[in-house]
Nanobody, 123 residues
Framework: LQLVESGGASVQPGGSLKLSCAASGSPSDYYSIGWFRHAPGKEREGIACISGRNQNTYYADSVKGRFIISRDNAKNTGYLQMSTLKPDDTAVYYC?????????????????WGQGTQVTVSS
């Protein structure tokens, strides 16, 4: 399974971005998708996940109310809509897939990872 993120960019505080995560190599509707981010000097942080067919979602407190995770199983693509961006959101953003169908933000449970896409929030 291969994952490719896109959509990262530099934006001003208060702006919005939508990240995409395209999966290839026999993805399954059953897999959970998670979004993580890694900022310089900080540990990697799990910020949102979405389950397979039921598409239940869960968010870290740091992004709750500002970010929305979604998926289009027909397109084998996951999304992260980010709004009201803050400088603290600056990081490399990664999508990942958990093939067991679990639903959590524990990075150790995820089996496949994309290469990451840079998001910079600065005035």
């Amino acid at each position: 399974l291969q994952l490719v993120e896109s959509g990262g960019a530099s934006v001003q505080p208060g702006g919005s971005l939508k990240l995409s995560c395209a999966a290839s190599g026999s993805p399954s509707d059953y897999y959970s998708i998670g979004w993580f981010r890694h900022a310089p000097g900080k540990e990697r942080e799990g910020i949102a996940c979405i389950s397979g067919r039921n598409q239940n979602t869960y968010y870290a407190d740091s992004v709750k109310g500002r970010f929305i995770i979604s998926r289009d199983n027909a397109k084998n693509t996951g999304y992260l809509q980010m709004s009201t961006l803050k400088p603290d959101d600056t990081a490399v953003y990664y999508c990942a897939v958990e093939v067991s169908g679990g639903f959590d933000l524990d990075e150790h449970e995820y089996d496949y990872w994309g290469q990451g896409t840079q998001v910079t929030v600065s005035s």
